[in-house]
């Protein structure tokens, strides 16, 4: 079995005039990060391959998830495919992950993260929203052979609010 864990970066902040891979975490993206991260560290598998787009919100989103795992920094996978908002590059990125690494977790963006949540996963998500997490698991050993998987579970910050 493949499990695989999606994670769409955290809220960012449109008020620095930079690039938008640039673009940092806003405090709302800072503290959901951490309120869903932690509900996330309830379940996380002992061991996975940790990748994150090379933009800044998803790298900043992907470190505060690793800090709050208690996963060295060093572990973090550098990705700069995955800054890509088209669900068939992020589904052949997913697909090219090597079959040693049964457990993949993965910081990217919208569109693809939605799309490719709808497309492999048994339900309709309408959107994944910032800091959400999607865990699908696929009934298959071979990462370029998954295809319909089963939602294990979804952490959206709106549902940890108190």
Not at 95 to 123: Q, R, Y
Not at 136 to 158: A, E, L, M, Y
Request: proline content about 5%.
């Amino acid at each position: 079995m493949m499990k695989l864990i999606l994670i769409r970066h955290a809220k960012s902040s449109w008020n620095t005039p930079v690039q938008d891979h640039d673009r940092p975490l806003s405090k709302k993206g800072i503290n959901d990060a951490h309120i869903v991260s932690d509900k996330l560290a309830e379940n996380l598998p002992k061991t996975s391959i940790i990748w994150t787009s090379t933009a800044k919100r998803a790298r900043e989103t992907a470190v505060i998830f690793a800090q709050n795992f208690l996963i060295p920094l060093e572990s973090l996978i550098q990705k700069p495919e995955l800054y890509t908002f088209e669900p068939a590059e992020l589904e052949k990125i997913i697909k090219s992950c090597e079959n040693a690494h049964s457990n993949l977790i993965l910081f990217g963006h919208n569109d693809a993260i939605t799309k490719f949540v709808n497309k492999f996963g048994d339900l309709s998500i309408e959107n994944v929203p910032t800091s959400g997490v999607v865990e699908i698991n696929f009934d298959t050993d071979q990462w370029s052979k998954i295809s319909k998987g089963k939602v294990v579970q979804t952490i959206f910050p709106r549902d940890l609010q108190v």
